[in-house]
């Protein structure tokens, strides 16, 4: 009988410890994801904000400097977010053959999650690579308003501010995107 014993013994820890790791392993998902959030939300309001700025901007050298210098400034700002380094752990878990993370999520929105998170991975790239292009527009525009005066460097100026702000609604449009992908996870758990 001691060997059932052990095996009792064994199972009703396994019986403990399993909705132990389960708790801990839905805290870890929360706590990655609304850290992704806190990141992504604070990186993109900082391209927004620097943006903006732009229309804001009076004398003519210090708007084309600040065009110019769009992509140097905001991208190396935004880089020292790191955004996405947990996200990339957790994507990697759900890749894992005996990770005990899935077993954190109800059985039928497994998949859900794991295309949601790999999504919200992805997103970082989607992001860096939508910066840069407005960045790239930021620059060719001070470039151009370097060559021009009089009406024709106001012309374009507000051109440039117009198509700016289309940029900024469009990533206020994907930031809200993200936030109820986000939504979507937690509520899955």
Do not use: W
Not at 75 to 94: T, V, W
Request: proline share 1%; with cysteine; net charge negative.
């Amino acid at each position: 009988m001691l060997v059932l014993d052990k095996i009792i013994d064994a199972l009703s820890d396994l019986v403990v410890a399993l909705p132990k790791k389960n708790r801990e392993n839905r805290k870890e998902i929360r706590e990655v994801v609304l850290s992704v959030q806190t990141e992504m939300e604070r990186a993109i309001e900082l391209a927004i904000l620097y943006i903006d700025g732009t229309k804001r901007i009076i004398p003519d050298q210090e708007l084309i400097v600040h065009l110019q210098g769009a992509s140097s400034n905001l991208m190396s700002s935004y880089n020292e977010f790191k955004i996405c380094a947990g996200l990339y752990g957790l994507a990697d878990r759900f890749d894992e053959v005996f990770s005990s993370i899935k077993g954190a999520i109800n059985a039928e929105q497994i998949n859900a999650v794991e295309d949601l998170i790999r999504s919200l991975a992805n997103g970082e790239s989607l992001v860096i690579d939508g910066l840069r292009g407005v960045t790239e527009k930021m620059y060719d525009y001070g470039n151009e308003l370097s060559n021009l005066s009089g009406n024709d460097f106001d012309h374009t100026k507000l051109e440039a501010i117009q198509r700016l702000e289309l940029e900024v609604k469009s990533m206020r449009s994907q930031l809200n995107l993200f936030r109820k992908s986000v939504k979507d996870i937690l509520k899955l758990m």
